[in-house]
């Protein structure tokens, strides 16, 4: 169900994108009240960005789930940003991030809908 996809001007080792892929996984879970066997997690580096007129590192993020409240998007953004911060070093200044509700019946899963 929940989705976060990560798009980020920095470059990561190896260790360090599997670090952030599976602290972002446990992190939306938790925070989200979801299974995290349904949470997927998607990271693009080294995508040129222009932020504020430079080129410092920065990110875009998008979390789309079912059930997503509004109510909970400003925890999400300081949780997800501090996030960020930690493995990225990207100041949250440099942080934009989407949320979107899905209804159930516009989200595939094995073969049918939730």
Known sequence: MPYLKIQTSQTL?????????????????SELGKPEKYVMVALEMSAPMLFAGNDAPAAYLELKSIGLPESRTPELSEALCNLLEQHLGINRARIYIEFADAPRAMWGWNGATF
Not at 13 to 29: D, N, Y
């Open 13 to 29: 080792t190896p260790e360090a994108s599997q670090s952030l892929l599976s602290s972002a996984s446990h992190l939306v879970a």
